[in-house]
T-cell receptor, first 116, second 113 residues
Framework: EAGVAQSPRYKIIEKRQSVAFWCNPI?????LYWYQQILGQGPKLLIQ????????DSQLPKDRFSAERLKGVDSTLKIQPAKLEDSAVYLC??????????????FGPGTRLTVL | KQEVTQIPAALSVPEGENLVLNCSFT??????LQWFRQDPGKGLTSLLL?????REQTSGRLNASLDKSSGRSTLYIAASQPGDSATYLC????????????FGQGTTLQVKP
């Protein structure tokens, strides 16, 4: 079974530039998550999709971050414009679960973003 | 609001030692609790998932326990090996039980040969 795919693996940009990350979840997984992991901290949920609908985006900085999951499969996360404090690893995860049930989440390798 | 704390932040042990990693959480009304492993530059790998009805879960040399009443979980690693060196994260569901995970800050383990 193929795992969660993410690209790019690394990205270096200057502040105020834009950047986009891509995630392809495990086939058949209805739920997709984007987490932000700052160095030395645990991951923090940015946004959760159930199919192509948003379940939770309470911690997404909506003035600069956006995400979409068209057709309920792949997802993109965009930052525009980036700030220095956005330097982090962005992790995508997916699970089979329907909203309200709790299955194991499978994580991709992450995209390491450095904002200069 | 669920909060998860892990102690210690870092741990260094000689090979062969048994060790315990600690995790505490504030909202005891949880369905389950998960332990993950993260290697440098890699994503997270699920190690153990303990359902709220269980007291412990075992996989090989790993044993995780869950005590909801005290808001604590422990991960016991027996006969540690250098290959166990990694960051270990525990995660509890958010209070809304939508599937969102609240992570601790992790314990970075180094096992010296």
């Amino acid at each position: 079974e193929a795992g969660v795919a993410q690209s790019p693996r690394y990205k270096i940009i200057e502040k105020r530039q834009s950047v986009a990350f891509w995630c392809n979840p495990i086939s058949g997984h209805a739920t997709l998550y984007w987490y932000q992991q700052i160095l030395g901290q645990g991951p923090k949920l940015l946004i959760q999709f159930q199919n192509n609908g948003v379940v939770d985006d309470s911690q997404l900085p909506k003035d600069r971050f956006s995400a979409e999951r068209l057709k309920g499969v792949d997802s993109t996360l965009k930052i525009q414009p980036a700030k220095l404090e956005d330097s982090a690893v962005y992790l995508c995860a997916s699970s089979f679960q329907r909203a309200g049930s709790l299955d194991t989440q499978y994580f991709g390798p992450g995209t390491r973003l450095t904002v200069l | 609001k669920q909060e998860v704390t892990q102690i210690p932040a870092a741990l260094s042990v000689p090979e062969g030692e048994n060790l315990v990693l600690n995790c505490s959480f504030t909202d005891s009304a949880i369905y389950n609790l998960q332990w993950f492993r993260q290697d440098p530059g890699k994503g997270l790998t699920s190690l153990l998932l303990i359902q709220s009805s269980q007291r412990e879960q075992t996989s090989g040399r790993l044993n995780a326990s869950l005590d909801k009443s005290s808001g604590r979980s422990t991960l016991y690693i027996a006969a540690s090996q250098p290959g166990d060196s990694a960051t270990y994260l525990c995660a509890a569901p958010g209070s809304s039980n939508t599937g969102k995970l609240i992570f601790g800050q992790g314990t970075t383990l180094q096992v010296k040969p």
